[in-house]
């Protein structure tokens, strides 16, 4: 026992980061328990806020780190973001109702008589004595939770063709579980998540508006505090945006640097917080720590010589703070915020891949991420599944397109859907991989066979594209919304003719790419179509974060909260700004490094 207690003081930190790991892996081959999906998350949340912290916004900002205003800045980030995070508990309660909740609601027989004040449902069943959950209802199981949160008795009258029973509904709580049996205390987790889930989006526009509220004030006072008290040091943030030096001598400069402040935080908050939160903790955490494994799990078996078991497994929990601390970090120059803007702005794409591409492509029902998926309304078809291989489902849109088919044409089929998914892949992450060759000042080297399956992949999505691009229709999350459909839907021509224009274009672009000079114009080639999509992926985005600014900023101002109202305004300018700047910025690196691979060829 004390051998036991010692490993796992020595330990702990591995201990924690191999179970994050485990969740993350669960997580993406299956379908999370929500309360366990809810602890996972709470866990990558604080991780990156404990990223941001050790990272210093204050010393970001202004070249000197302060703890204390470190946590301050952190916490009131934190709640303005409390939105997105009382949205994915609303999520979370309707999968534990749709899922869990006969389960969680139980019934005994009672000799009771119901009072005035107690609630009676009267149900008509086939039998009395073996009453369905279809025959009790989902709308009276979601009526008996709430009654039983009010406090109320609840009382189910069963009839069939011949008598009556009546019976009582209950809840497990911690007088009846039993902390030996497994199963009691997860119901028990999981009734006292379902009731806080409950009480929060019963309480949700006043709990939304305090913490706003609360948030905003908080960034508000540090920015006067830091204009009127605080030295601004290079390098940082604020030296790059032409603030440095002691605090201003007179009061209007120094209110005026308080704007400067209180803007740049702000822009802080949507660019780099907001954002990295919704896709790092809450998003793509699962996806990326799968990726990340087989990567690092490569190296590793390469050169396990040179890395400890230990450093694998800091590597692969470190892998998204990693690289989300490395663009952090870039804006203490005016080229680092260059960089930072147009990586954060093609992020939004790659991250895409983890929500959209990876669950259309593989489906298991842990790859449907609830946040998203459960906001998006309609319901969604992946176009292929995993499990098709290990089992007998046939899941996925391609058997709906193979159906009848044979030879030559299912070939053609399942040639069209593979191109699709890899031009998909392309699209995401090549303005990624741009952004790193500039990030990184190297040249752009494409080999020849990758420039043929761009074409012949291109060729194939255009003629018939399975995914298809849009604003996300819903009230409740912003972005671009990728849905999926049939051949048959989207094809303006038979598959085979499709596939003999694919491998076509694919041949043709492989013969030409011998030649370097035709290959340049190949790679232009490439680059230009993929910056068209980047160019609808983007202006999509951008208009429905806008609508939703504008629509928040409405409602705000009829509803008297004018705080609020004003501060959707600063979030609506910000988010011009950071689209149309970042978009402009990252098409000038480009065509700066295009020139300048030009004049060195």
Known sequence: MVRFKKILAENTEEIILVLLIILNATEFLMRLSPELDFIDNIIDLTALGYLFHKLSITKIFFGRRQMVHDLLIVLAFFLLFSKTLIGYSEVARNEIVEHHLPDII????????????????????????????????????ISILRS?????????????????????????????????????????????????????AENKP??????????GSILLILSVYFAFYVFIDKPSMMHAIQEDGPPPASFAARISRALVIFLALNFFFIVIFNYGMEWFALSVDSPL?????????????????????????YKLGDAGEKLYGRIVVLFHSKRGIMLGLSGMLVLHLITDVANFIIPYSLFTQGTYDPLYFGHLGMERTPLWSIHNIFGASRIGLIYSDLEGTAGIAAFSVMYIYAMNIIAMLILLALPTGLWYLIFQEKKISVPGPVIALFFASITAFIISPLFRTGRIVSNSIVGVDITTQTIQASARMVPSNILYLSIAAGMLALLLSLSERIKKH??????????VYFVIYIYNFFMDVSNYYIVATSESIHSGQFFASAYFLVFLMITFIFYTGGFALFMYGIITSGKEEIKSA
């Open 106 to 141: 139980r019934f005994s027989n009672t000799s009771a008589v119901p009072l005035k004040e107690d609630r009676v449902i009267f149900v008509n069943v086939a039998s009395i004595d073996l009453p369905t959950t279809q025959e009790i209802g989902k709308r009276n199981y």
């Open 148 to 200: 039983i949160m009010a406090g109320k008795r609840v009382f189910v009258n069963m009839s069939d063709s011949r008598s009556s029973r009546l019976i009582q509904a209950y809840t497990i709580d911690m007088s009846m579980a039993s902390i030996s049996d497994f199963s009691d205390a997860k119901m028990l987790a999981r009734t006292s998540i379902l009731f806080f889930f409950q009480r929060v």
């Open 206 to 215: 006043a709990i939304e508006y305090l913490l706003f509220v609360l948030g």
């Open 289 to 313: 720590i799968i990726i990340m494994f087989f990567i690092y799990f490569f190296i590793w078996v390469k050169h396990h010589k040179r890395y400890a078991a230990e450093s694998f497994i």
């Open 522 to 531: 190949l790679v232009v080639s490439c680059i230009f179509l993929s910056l």
